[in-house]
Every structure is written in C-alpha cells, then in structure tokens.
C-alpha cells in the first residue's frame, strides 16, 4: 500500500518479475487491486498484493476503501492469510503533507493496531536524494508523532529500498518470518460482521468526508456573500465568482454522493470478487505449478 507513485507497482515487479503496469506521470496507473505471479522466496511460495492509493486521479477514496475491503475480506473467507503489509513511503519527498497523511492514516485505520507488528514501512527512491538529505527525512520520519513514529512504537518497522532485487526480497524475509496477520478490516466485515460503514476505516473516512463538506459549504456561503456584495457594487467579478460557485456546489454533492455510496460501493466490489474467485484460484494454481 501506499501513495499513489510511491512506487508499490514497480516494487512488485522487481521482486516477482511481474509485469504490471507502472505509472511514469501525474495520473494514477493502479486503479484495482491486482496480484503478482508466485514466486519463491527463501523456500516460501509469496504473492504480492497491490493496491491503489487513496489519492488516485481516477476513483474516489470510497471506491478505493470498497475495492480494497471487499478484495481481503472476500480472499480472507476463502482462507488466505497475509504474511503481512508493505507501506512504500518515497524519501525523495521534501515534505509529508496532507495527501500523504491522508493515505497513511487510512491505512493505519485498514491495519488495526494489532497487526503492525507485521507491518513494514518501506523508504524507496533514495537514489534520488543525497545520502544525508535522505538519512535526515529518515529520522524525522521515524521520531515525529504526526508521522510513522506512533506505528513504529507499535510493532512496525522502518526499512530501505534501493530498487535491486536483492533489497526487495530481504524485505520481504522479514515477513516470511511473522505469523500471519489478520487486518483489523477482516477482523470486522468477516468475524464479527460489520457494514463497512461501521468499520474503524469506513468510520474514518466518512468524519473525512464529513469535514470536507462542512469546508465546501462554508466556501459556498463565502462566495454567495461576495457575489451579493459584487452586485451591489456592479463589480466584474461577478461571473467568475457566479463560476467559483457552481463548481463548488458540484464538489459539494459529489462529496455527498460518495459518502453515501459507501455501502453499494463495497457491495457491488464483493459480488464482482465472488464470480471471478474460482478463476483466480484456477490461475494461481497453474502458476505455483509452473513453479515445481
């Protein structure tokens, strides 16, 4: 999991020899949950699972928490286990702002507490920073509450990347080596059989939602004000801010849209996964036979 570009796709491809699809521009290329071929590790058949952002360019956070809930609470009733979770986190990053708090505070949310202990927060893109740049973002990083120090505290750990294939696959041991884990999303929508909605992650991501709507309606009060005031004063601005308007209320009823859309959302993810389930499992048996 991680940001959208932070390079979770390329990863995969380098520890599997996969081929997904990897984005080189502004836009989102992992738009689905997709899976790597099997491969062996240290004597241990692994597949890697990657996810889209929640900041992708072409869905909603609501369909992303639906497509990625739906995928581990589907394959977890059909007995897949995770060894555990890879957040890529770019070093190269000057700043760790909203966007980018944003996506680890929903996964955080999809983890649970218990299970950060088989969490592993990966740095990558080091060759593109200075030695003592990077090491530097590291510590700042690993030792502030509003960044990973909180998870590091609770179990996670905090490792390089330097894109070889040596590297991602002695990530990867430190997984090997871990009980599985039970992400505090399956523990909720499978054992104990809550709505999304009502998940720690589905609540989180409707108080984000929530605040983002409380901030659009304010805009819209502020810009109706500001519209009466340049009538008075037969101002001409007043068709640019008549424009400002109607695209903020759009925002606003898309906000609301997808608040609500939740539930169906998930739903309609869930029903997709349990018609393809069989093939899936077809196709990763003939792959881990073309492993023996």
Not at 115 to 144: D, Y
Request: aromatic share 4%; net charge positive; proline share 2%.
């Amino acid at each position: 999991m991680g940001a959208t570009g932070s390079g979770k796709s390329t990863f995969i491809n380098k520890a599997s020899e996969s081929n997904l699809p990897v984005g080189h521009g502004l836009e989102s290329c992992t738009n689905e949950v997709r899976t790597s071929r099997p491969f062996v590790v240290n004597g241990r058949v692994v597949t890697l699972i990657d996810t889209p952002g929640f900041d992708d360019t072409t869905r909603s956070d609501t369909d992303i928490l639906a497509m990625i809930a739906a995928y581990l609470s589907k394959t977890y009733e059909h007995g897949a286990r995770l060894a555990g979770v890879i957040y890529m986190h770019r070093i190269s990053d000057s700043k760790m702002g909203g966007t980018s708090n944003r996506n680890f505070k929903m996964f955080r949310e999809l983890c649970g507490e218990s299970s950060l202990k088989n969490v592993l927060i990966v740095t990558n893109m080091w060759s593109k920073v200075k030695p003592e740049i990077g090491e530097a973002r590291e510590s700042e990083l690993a030792s502030k509450d509003k960044f990973f120090k909180p998870a590091i505290e609770k179990g996670a750990r905090m490792l390089r990347h330097d894109g070889s294939l040596e590297s991602a696959h002695t990530t990867l041991r430190y997984l090997l080596s871990s009980h599985s884990a039970t992400l505090a999303i399956q523990q909720e929508i499978v054992n104990e059989q809550k709505p999304i909605e009502k998940t720690t992650a589905g609540s989180e991501l409707r108080r984000a939602l929530d605040e983002q709507a409380d901030r659009n309606k304010e805009e819209i009060r502020n810009l109706r004000a500001e519209i009466e005031a340049a009538k008075r004063a037969k101002h001409e601005r007043r068709g640019e801010l008549q424009r400002e308007l109607e695209k903020k209320q759009q925002e606003c009823e898309r906000v609301e849209q997808n608040s609500q859309r939740m539930a169906v959302e998930f739903a309609a993810e869930r029903a997709r996964l349990e018609a393809q389930i069989a093939q899936m499992d077809d196709e990763h048996k003939k792959q881990l036979q073309a492993l023996k």
